[in-house]
């Protein structure tokens, strides 16, 4: 029994020593490894979503479209639908908040896809409340000519000085 208490405490004394042979140098060093393969895979992943987006809307097909109002504007938008080539391709319910920031100047995208080269029809439909409470509804079409390249529409719902809603396109 005693030859067993030896030789264990034997074993755990060369444990402690072997365990001290790694020094700090050595501790630090892995943890830079560690922080640097960190970073890597962080550009990595960044790398890879700046591809998955070029894979999947690549610009010479891209198309977005965006919505915005009249800065100031007291219309209250309820909600847009947007068409294309007789396809509703996006639809969209306004909160408080996303009104709020439209009226504030912000622009919305809503909608990102990929279409070919070519003419297509674009319809906006849009549902809203006039500042007098009353309902409105509009809908307005415009021609798309693709090329190559990106194309960028902005779909501005504007009022007019007698209460009418308009829906204007334009190019970026």
Not at 42 to 57: P, Q, V, Y
Not at 113 to 137: M, Y
Request: with cysteine.
């Amino acid at each position: 029994m005693m030859k067993w208490i030896v030789v264990w405490l034997v074993c755990v004394v060369a444990f402690n020593a072997s365990a001290e042979d790694i020094s700090r140098d050595q501790i630090k060093g892995l943890d830079e490894q560690v922080q640097d393969i960190k970073k890597d895979v962080i550009d990595l992943t960044a790398e890879l979503s700046r591809l998955e987006e070029k894979l999947l809307f690549p610009s010479n097909t891209q198309v977005s479209i965006f919505i915005s109002v009249n800065e100031g504007d007291t219309f209250r938008l309820d909600t847009v639908q947007v068409k294309l080539d007789n396809t509703v391709v996006a639809h969209h319910l306004y909160n408080f908040r996303e009104l709020e920031a439209l009226q504030k100047g912000g622009v919305q995208k809503i909608y990102v896809g990929n279409i070919k080269t070519g003419d297509h029809e674009l319809v906006v439909s849009f549902a809203g409340k006039s500042p007098s409470g009353g309902e409105l509804q509009r809908s307005s079409s415009y021609k798309l000519k693709k090329d190559v390249g990106p194309r960028f529409v902005e779909v501005k719902i504007a009022g007019s000085a007698s209460g009418a809603q308009e829906i204007q396109f334009k190019d970026w």
